[in-house]
């Protein structure tokens, strides 16, 4: 069984500021690790996953998330946040890279950029 | 087009009637899967198909939901006597998959938001 825990519904931060989202996984094999973001009345984004090639994944829109075997965490973040990064984040995991099954998600992380 | 694409964007339906949504994948994807998004969570896996045939329909709530790919292109998910606990967003993905790419993403559609009164 597969689990994915997004710590923080809402996270708030300044623009310009870095922004760390965080997400732990629970998986009985090694894991592909996934973020989608979603947009006001809007279906998933792919903004980056995991694969096992590399351990610092680079994504879409100057995104990055980790892979932490150890603390079993895949956390995202961006070094300057911009206004338009605001909206609802997914980690998600699943035991294949997304192709061959279902992925298991999170409960989502609000971003919200203040001005 | 060359995404995901669902129809209706929303639909709003007495408890009891049934409903009927659609979903067109991206041309050429083998991968369909169907998800249920509850307002202000996560979306939840439903199903998936490989082409025509249903590898896996264990996150359907009831067998009051059913969903077809006939063809393995365009896929219908059906939700008969709705009941106010079905309103959610349904989601649709594709991926193409294949035995040597089988890590290719999943792709969304913008969903169905689906109001049962």
């Known amino acids: 069984a597969q689990s994915v825990t997004q710590l923080g519904s809402h996270v708030s931060v300044s623009e310009g500021a870095l922004v760390l989202l965080r997400c732990n996984y629970s998986?009985?094999?090694?894991?592909?690790l996934f973020w989608y973001v979603q947009y006001p009345n809007q279906g998933l984004q792919l903004l980056l996953k995991?694969?096992?090639?590399?351990?610092l994944v680079k994504g879409i829109n100057g995104f990055e998330a980790e892979f932490k075997k150890s603390e079993t965490s895949f956390h995202l973040t961006k070094p300057s946040a911009h206004m338009s990064d605001a909206a609802e984040y997914f980690c998600?995991?699943?035991?294949?890279?997304?192709?061959?099954?279902?992925?298991?998600f999170g409960k989502g992380t609000h971003l919200i950029i203040q001005p | 087009g060359a995404g995901v694409s669902q129809s209706p964007r929303y639909k709003v339906a007495k408890r009891g009637q049934d409903v009927a949504l659609r979903c067109d994948p991206i041309?050429?994807?083998?991968?369909l899967f169907w998800y249920q998004q509850a307002l202000g969570q996560g979306p939840e896996f439903l199903t998936y198909?490989?082409?025509?045939?249903?590898?896996?329909k264990s996150g359907l709530p009831s067998d009051r939901f059913f969903a077809e790919r006939p063809e393995g292109s365009v896929s219908t998910l059906k939700i008969q006597r709705t009941q106010q606990e079905d309103s959610a967003v349904y989601l649709c993905?594709?991926?193409?998959?294949?035995?040597?790419?089988?890590?290719?993403?999943?792709?969304f559609g913008d969903g169905t938001r689906l109001s049962i009164l």
């Open positions: 993905a594709s991926s193409l998959e294949t035995g040597e790419m089988s890590n290719q993403p999943q792709h």
């Open positions: 998986s009985s094999v090694p894991p592909y």
């Open positions: 995991y694969t096992s090639a590399a351990t």
């Open positions: 998600a995991v699943s035991l294949s890279g997304g192709g061959a099954d279902g992925l298991t």
């Open positions: 041309s050429g994807h083998v991968s």
């Open positions: 198909f490989q082409n025509e045939a249903q590898l896996d």
